[in-house]
């Protein structure tokens, strides 16, 4: 038997006997119904099973589910016990967040000038289309490049002095002027 709290409104009383098919689409309750027999026969617990609930009034919750098998004295396979936690905040703030970013990257992705990112070790970890045309790289390769790839030693190190001072003073440098190379040497 599995304890689960699905509504505030809900009693305990109202949620004795329930089984995840009142309260899950049919596809999550197979999902969950597989997940307990493969808890059932292995004994090994499962935690972080995450599926989407209906309420009593209608209103989906995201929930995590954690469960293990409940054995007696005698170490009889009696049952499951589990906790429900509802991530819907979280989940919510996952969403939210995505559509942030989609449209920080289409802004990026809609601008002319060359955006981009790097590590601590000066490797782009992220940047838009306009790099890889200022460049001449396919945008597939830039990924994991250095500045080193692209300039000479004297422009290299005016890079390194320039993002190292950032680095140590936190203060954006407004601009600066170095040299470039692009794949084909120009």
């Known amino acids: 038997r599995v304890i689960t709290t699905i509504s505030d409104s809900a ?15 049919p596809a999550t309750a197979e999902r969950i119904y597989k997940t307990y027999n493969q808890i059932y026969a292995t004994g090994m617990p499962n935690r972080a099973l995450e599926y989407v609930v209906s309420n009593k009034d209608g209103t989906k919750r995201d929930v995590e589910t ?7 004295a005698s170490g009889q396979r009696v049952g499951f016990r589990g906790i429900i936690r509802d991530i819907t905040p979280r989940k919510q703030a996952e969403e939210s967040l995505r559509q942030r970013e989609e449209r920080y990257r289409t802004i990026l992705e809609g601008i002319e000038d060359a955006y981009f990112e790097t590590d601590l070790k000066g490797l782009f970890v992220f940047y838009n289309d306009a790099l890889s ?53 120009a």
Not at 11 to 25: F, V
Not at 143 to 152: A, E, F, I, V, W
């Open 66 to 72: 954690s469960v293990s098998l409940m054995k007696d």
């Open 11 to 25: 009693s305990a009383d109202e949620l004795m006997g329930m089984n995840n098919r009142q309260y899950t689409d």
């Open 133 to 185: 045309r200022v460049l001449g790289h396919p945008r597939e390769a830039l990924s994991g490049m250095s500045y080193r790839h692209y300039t000479d030693s004297v422009n290299a190190k005016k890079l390194y002095d320039v993002f190292h001072t950032v680095f140590i003073t936190g203060e954006p440098n407004k601009g600066f002027e170095y040299q470039i190379f692009s794949q084909n040497g």
